[in-house]
Nanobody, 120 residues
Framework: QLVESGGGLVQPGGSLRLSCASSAFTLEYYAIDWFRQAPGKEREGVSCISKDDGSTYYADSVKGRFTISRDHAKNTVYLQMNSLKPEDTAVYYC???????????????WGKGTLVTVSS
């Protein structure tokens, strides 16, 4: 299983760091994605970090503001979110897949999500 944490309420322009951890398997053997789903919208891929060389990928909407990283020792993947905007409000999910496809179709495992609300 994958477990997300770190969501919450933050003002526009603020920052949050999301964490994705697993006690069931070793995350470094997978590409790890962050997806998000806002009310009434489809789930969208936000970022991915590959399993091989640690390459990172970002949706255009978050480039320059979000950073994905891994800590192998802690078996955790992070999503640092800066300069948050109200349109970043969503449930954020981490997911594991074989390669960075950033598509729900290729995901092997999903977390249950953590809510991020950006509001003044």
């Amino acid at each position: 299983q994958l477990v997300e944490s770190g969501g919450g309420l933050v003002q526009p322009g603020g920052s949050l760091r999301l964490s994705c951890a697993s006690s069931a398997f070793t995350l470094e053997y997978y590409a790890i994605d962050w997806f998000r789903q806002a009310p009434g919208k489809e789930r969208e891929g936000v970022s991915c970090i590959s399993k091989d060389d640690g390459s990172t990928y970002y949706a255009d909407s978050v480039k320059g503001r979000f950073t994905i990283s891994r800590d192998h020792a802690k078996n955790t993947v992070y999503l640092q979110m800066n300069s948050l905007k109200p349109e970043d409000t969503a449930v954020y999910y981490c997911a594991a897949e074989t390669y960075c496809g950033l598509s729900p179709d290729y995901v092997n495992y999903w977390g249950k999500g953590t809510l991020v609300t950006v509001s003044s």
